[in-house]
């Protein structure tokens, strides 16, 4: 079945070790989102990506990286991770038309970081 | 003002009973409109995409109105396994990406 996949789920890290996160698609979606929940919160957009046009949110740390070598595969580094940053790290892709019209997001089951 | 907003709610409703909600959103031009369900610790999942004409699945109905910039969720005979948080997702202001509003919270009891 087409989905999307993240890895790993649960991920413990030390207070300023690196780390990152991946995720991957079978759908072929043209944009690839990283979200971040923390608790009781609604998802939080941190960027996304249209294509290889990457897109930073205003408000996200300069501590967090993204990269997207191909269609599949989207990955979220996290330089030096802070206790704040102890959250669900939410993967979502979805296709776009040059219209400007979007087909629904999907989600993968998400990476539970803890921070030590 | 917010791209999308709801009432966070909670929304406390007996078994059985119905109940809607909004989301209102600024970009008028935007095409693209969706509910999702989120439980507990779970990743958002679709319950609904909307459509300018209004659709119904089962016991869920979405309806548009573009004229007031506002999407409803109703939610009639509720189960206890309804209770969840439902996320309203629009078009940003601009077009190029999906904005989330912050959640209405919902809780079926018996």
């Known amino acids: 079945d087409a989905m999307v996949i993240q890895n790993p789920r649960y991920q413990v890290t030390q207070f300023g070790k690196p780390v990152t996160l991946s995720c991957s698609q079978t759908l072929n979606h043209n944009v690839m989102y990283w979200y971040q929940q923390k608790s009781s919160q609604a998802p939080k957009l941190l960027f996304h990506?249209?294509?290889?046009?990457?897109?930073n949110e205003a408000d996200t740390p300069d501590n967090f990286q993204s990269r997207r070598p191909n269609t599949s595969f989207c990955f979220l580094d996290i330089r030096s991770p802070g206790l704040g940053d102890a959250a669900m790290y939410l993967c979502a892709t979805s296709s776009r038309f040059r219209t400007g019209t979007y087909n629904e997001q999907f989600f993968g089951p998400g990476t539970r970081l803890t921070v030590l | 003002r917010k791209e999308v907003e709801q009432d966070p709610g909670p929304f406390n409703v007996p078994e059985g009973a119905t109940v809607a909600f909004n989301c209102t959103y600024s970009?008028?031009?935007?095409?693209?409109f969706f509910w999702y369900r989120q439980d507990c610790r779970k990743e958002p999942k679709l319950l609904m995409s909307?459509?300018?004409s209004g659709n119904e699945d089962g016991r869920f109905t979405a309806q548009l109105n573009r004229a007031s910039q506002y999407i409803s969720l109703l939610i009639r005979d509720s189960k206890l396994s309804d209770s969840a948080t439902y996320l309203c997702?629009?078009?940003?202001?601009?077009?190029?990406?999906?904005?989330f509003g912050a959640g209405t919270i919902l809780r079926v009891k018996s």
């Open positions: 970009n008028s031009a935007s095409q693209s």
């Open positions: 990506y249209y294509d290889k046009d990457f897109n």
């Open positions: 997702v629009v078009n940003s202001v601009g077009g190029n990406k999906l904005v």
């Open positions: 909307v459509y300018s």
